[in-house]
């Protein structure tokens, strides 16, 4: 099972919990595909501590809101 797969599985039992996607994937369909799956964000890897903590609160954020 895939990273997307998983998520869909996840989101019929749980979708209260955020989640976010790290993945090597930069093209924009599968950025997509990803988010209508039901992750909050998604980050590009390889990424920096600041980058991941950044969209931690983002993500925490938004789901405040």
Do not use: C
């Amino acid at each position: 099972m895939d990273g997307h797969g998983f998520v869909k599985v996840f989101r019929q039992n749980d979708t209260s919990t955020p989640v976010i996607m790290v993945a090597a994937e930069v093209e924009r369909q599968r950025i997509v595909d990803a988010m209508k799956s039901g992750v909050n964000n998604y980050v590009v890897k390889p990424f920096t501590a600041d980058t991941l903590s950044a969209t931690i609160k983002q993500t925490s954020d938004e789901i405040a809101v």
